[in-house]
């Protein structure tokens, strides 16, 4: 992840993993022990759909998603029922700056995808920019995508 700021607007820039089916086993082997983001998502006729955009700052990713899916927590159970676990994948990216660069990107991503699980009206950017844009790069198999959005 990077980060610009000019003139009281930031500009993040986020290299997301490739996409990976969930698999409680081989998550713990693929996520690291970094703070982050971790998107939820499903696919609809061949096209990626965000279910959740996931925070993690203390724990790190690798802990945060076992502590999401964890059966044995009660904490997200409502979450884990609406879920198909033939049908869900995950992707992170690293966030290690500081939790209020997590809270903004955290916020343009929600506000800009609007994932089932995440409520955007309720959710909050740090207020230190007047505007936050993002630069996604995505890691493909042989490839390498990149999009750019306006501020939100």
């Known amino acids: 992840m990077k980060k610009d700021v000019r003139n009281k607007e930031a500009y993040y ?12 086993y081989t998550s713990k082997r693929i996520l690291p022990e970094l703070s982050g983001i971790i998107a939820l998502v499903t696919k ?11 925070a993690c700052w203390r724990d ?15 904490k997200h159970t409502e979450i884990r029922k609406q879920l198909d676990p033939d049908n869900l994948y995950y992707k992170y990216t690293p966030v290690e700056t500081s939790i209020k ?7 343009w991503l929600i506000k800009t995808y609007k994932p089932q699980f995440n409520d955007a009206a309720s959710f909050k950017d740090s207020e230190r920019y007047m505007n936050i844009s993002v630069t996604e790069r995505t890691l493909r198999e042989g490839e390498v995508t990149e999009r750019f959005f306006r501020p939100v």
């Open 13 to 24: 820039a986020l290299v997301w993993s490739k996409l990976y089916r969930f698999d409680r």
């Open 44 to 54: 609809v006729k061949g096209r990626e759909e965000y279910l959740m955009f996931y």
């Open 60 to 74: 790190g990713m690798r802990v945060a998603l076992q502590k999401l899916m964890d059966p044995l927590i009660d």
């Open 101 to 107: 660069d997590l809270q903004d990107i955290m916020f």
